[in-house]
């Protein structure tokens, strides 16, 4: 089962909000017509643009029999469903694959833990519930609300 990631407006703030910012300082850089400088600013338009583009479209979290599967834009994490300790609320502002502030973190193997914010939070918290359930008798607290 696949969830996308619930997204904030201040997400959309940072990210509008940068790409106007970096285009007049490009400006310059493109019309000196050097290609150091050319690459330069190319380079930084893939990076403060595309990239958060990039997450914004492929932030998701897909349930798998043994798995938790996260992807953010280039980035992917590979939780095991056994590895899993607990799952509880979090408003952690670390960087992480979640979109949102009302996050969910996950504690796993030895001392990992992982910050996703599923759009259907009763969803993912239910589904991660019957997966942990299923392979575990003393399955961790999922209650996150």
Do not use: K
Request: hydrophobic fraction near 50%.
């Amino acid at each position: 089962m696949t969830y996308r990631s619930a997204v904030d407006w201040w997400f959309y703030v940072v990210v509008f909000g940068v790409a106007i910012a970096t285009i007049p300082t490009m400006v310059p850089l493109f019309a000196s017509g050097q290609p150091v400088h050319v690459l330069t600013a190319v380079f930084i338009l893939l990076v403060a643009c595309v990239l958060p583009l990039w997450l914004l479209a492929s932030t998701y979290y897909r349930i798998e029999a043994s798995a938790l599967i996260v992807r953010s834009g280039p980035f992917r994490w590979t939780v095991p469903l056994d590895e899993i300790r607990s799952v509880r609320p979090s408003r952690s502002l670390w960087s992480s694959p979640a979109l949102s502030l009302d996050r969910i973190q996950i504690d796993y193997g030895r001392g990992r833990s992982l910050l996703v914010s599923p759009r259907d939070r009763d969803g993912f918290l239910a589904a991660i519930q019957r997966r942990i359930g299923a392979g575990s008798s003393t399955p961790p607290a999922a209650s996150a609300r």
